[in-house]
């Protein structure tokens, strides 16, 4: 596994991912919105598995690439 780097969530993803993986980001931001708690201090993580993108939310949400390029979103403990 290979560190990335990690941002405040509701701001710029970095520029070296796709622009479907940003995409995805912006689709749980949104989603974000809805809740009642404060989620301005929340970060994403992105790290790389396998030189995929791996980006995890301070929540446990995360988005994988898997090898065949497939975009998948998911709730981790």
């Known amino acids: 596994?290979?560190?990335?780097?990690?941002?405040?969530?509701?701001?710029?993803?970095?520029?070296?991912?796709?622009?479907?993986?940003?995409?995805?980001i912006l689709e749980v931001e949104k989603d974000l919105q809805g809740l009642t708690q404060d989620t301005t201090t929340w970060f994403w993580t992105l790290t790389y598995l396998e030189n995929r993108p791996v980006v995890q939310l301070?929540?446990?949400?995360?988005?994988?690439?898997?090898?065949?390029?497939?975009?998948t979103i998911s709730q981790e403990g």
């Open 58 to 71: 301070d929540d446990g949400t995360t988005i994988r690439v898997s090898p065949d390029g497939e975009i």
């Open 1 to 24: 596994m290979q560190l990335g780097t990690r941002w405040r969530a509701h701001s710029p993803a970095p520029s070296s991912l796709s622009q479907d993986v940003v995409s995805h």
